[in-house]
């Protein structure tokens, strides 16, 4: 699958539950690093979950984003914002003129470019010592649920090992950075679900499958079982560390 298209089909629940990022990163990133003001390429914006989150503390933001859907629907969600630029274009071909941003930042998206491409096109866009910031969620597996729901992911996904996130080790990211240093902060972040909500953190996955295709129906009633199990007063909590890997870039 080409993976700038991975979830062309799942933007709907992309935006109703994907986890969003604790409003403290723009706090530590104007303390950390003296950036109060300026402007941002969010690359591989996606639906604009980070976006909105600097777009709210006044940046003006690039949401430079490969998958036409994602972005039609930052669009419609983010056009009212005077700050507001969307992109067509890729992490190793943004389309933006040189020089031409204060930051770089990527949300949950890192994982999918290709390094050593988007490194070249990271310091051929960014003004000398800009800033660049790499952020996932990252979904916790310490209490009971959280580590039976990872195991339904593993047993139902259909490309989960190959493609999560989890796949790029710190020395991946360090190596991206070099010769600059890198600095990481972790923030804790949760989400709270019912069962419909729940559902769709699932599905808003690209290796998960969808209505239709060979095991959604016995997932779902693995899920269904799995919640039953765990649900306090028809809710349960879905617990994340948000890391965050920043620093100033030479070039």
Do not use: C
């Given at each position: 699958?080409?993976?700038?298209?991975?979830f062309?089909?799942?933007?709907?629940?992309?935006?109703k539950?994907r986890?969003?990022y604790?409003?403290?990163?723009?706090n530590?990133?104007?303390?950390q690093?003296g950036?109060?003001?300026?402007t941002?390429a969010d690359?591989?914006?996606?639906?604009?979950i980070?976006?909105?989150?600097?777009l709210?503390?006044?940046?003006?933001?690039?949401?430079?984003?490969?998958n036409?859907?994602?972005?039609?629907?930052?669009?419609?969600?983010?056009?009212?914002?005077p700050?507001?630029?969307?992109?067509?274009?890729?992490?190793?071909?943004?389309?933006?003129?040189?020089n031409?941003v204060?930051a770089?930042m990527?949300g949950?998206?890192?994982?999918?470019?290709n390094p050593?491409?988007s490194?070249?096109?990271?310091?051929?866009?960014?003004?000398?010592?800009g800033?660049?910031?790499?952020v996932?969620?990252e979904?916790n597996?310490?209490?009971p649920?959280?580590?039976?729901?990872?195991?339904?992911?593993?047993?139902y996904g259909k490309?989960?090992?190959?493609?999560?996130?989890?796949?790029?080790?710190?020395?991946?990211?360090?190596?991206f950075?070099?010769?600059?240093?890198m600095?990481?902060?972790v923030?804790?972040?949760?989400?709270?679900f019912?069962?419909?909500?729940l559902?769709?953190?699932?599905?808003?996955?690209?290796y998960?499958p969808?209505?239709g295709?060979a095991?959604?129906?016995e997932m779902?009633?693995a899920?269904?079982?799995?919640?039953?199990?765990y649900?306090?007063a028809?809710?349960?909590?879905?617990?994340?560390?948000?890391?965050?890997?920043?620093?100033k870039?030479?070039?």
């Amino acid at each position: 699958m080409d993976n700038t298209q991975r979830f062309s089909n799942r933007v709907e629940n992309y935006v109703k539950y994907r986890p969003h990022y604790p409003p403290a990163i723009v706090n530590y990133i104007q303390q950390q690093f003296g950036f109060k003001t300026g402007t941002i390429a969010d690359v591989g914006a996606g639906t604009g979950i980070l976006t909105s989150l600097f777009l709210d503390a006044g940046y003006a933001v690039y949401a430079v984003e490969p998958n036409a859907p994602m972005l039609a629907k930052a669009t419609t969600l983010l056009q009212d914002y005077p700050g507001f630029t969307a992109v067509p274009g890729t992490a190793e071909n943004t389309t933006l003129p040189e020089n031409s941003v204060d930051a770089i930042m990527a949300g949950q998206a890192f994982h999918w470019f290709n390094p050593e491409n988007s490194k070249a096109e990271f310091t051929r866009i960014l003004k000398p010592q800009g800033l660049v910031m790499l952020v996932w969620n990252e979904r916790n597996t310490q209490a009971p649920f959280e580590q039976e729901y990872d195991a339904l992911i593993n047993k139902y996904g259909k490309d989960y090992v190959q493609v999560k996130h989890r796949n790029i080790e710190p020395a991946d990211i360090e190596s991206f950075f070099a010769p600059a240093p890198m600095e990481l902060k972790v923030f804790d972040n949760q989400q709270v679900f019912d069962f419909d909500g729940l559902k769709g953190r699932l599905l808003s996955s690209s290796y998960m499958p969808l209505q239709g295709e060979a095991g959604y129906e016995e997932m779902l009633t693995a899920l269904n079982k799995l919640f039953d199990k765990y649900q306090q007063a028809g809710t349960i909590t879905i617990t994340y560390d948000t890391r965050l890997y920043a620093g100033k870039w030479f070039n």
